[in-house]
């Protein structure tokens, strides 16, 4: 069993920076890529941002790209999201993932997988 805890939300004015973190148990995180997704209100949940378990490879949403920086620390079980040049449509709750299987690649799919945080808000004023 893994557990995620997602934190660094806030309130944030427009152009402004946040930094999440997702801090993970369990021994398995060193061989699962992660995930962030976001759901905004009345919208579905939306890949934003994977990286690989060895932290090499990344893959950003088109709307975050040149914005959101992902990055891992497989020492401390930790999965950071960066978000700079923050807008009002970044509004949303932000969950980590654990990839469902060993070493796979990153998937944009939110079935592949398996453990989520339980979310954090993420508000950018205008």
């Known amino acids: 069993q893994v557990q995620l805890v997602e934190s660094g939300g806030g309130l944030v004015q427009a152009g402004g920076s946040l930094r999440l973190s997702c801090a993970a148990s369990g021994r398995t995180f060193s061989s699962r890529a992660m995930g962030w997704f976001r759901q905004a209100p009345g919208k579905e949940r939306e890949f934003t941002a994977g990286i690989s378990s060895s932290g090499r490879n990344t893959q950003f949403a088109d709307s975050v790209k040149g914005r959101f920086t992902i990055s891992r620390d497989n020492g401390k079980n930790t999965v950071y999201l960066q978000m700079n040049s923050l807008k009002p449509e970044d509004t949303a709750v932000y969950y980590c993932?654990?990839?469902?299987?060993?070493?796979?690649?990153?998937?944009?799919?939110?079935?592949?997988?398996?453990?989520w945080g339980q979310g954090t808000q993420v508000t950018v004023s205008s």
């Open positions: 993932a654990s990839g469902r299987l060993a070493y796979a690649t990153i998937s944009q799919n939110d079935y592949e997988y398996e453990y």
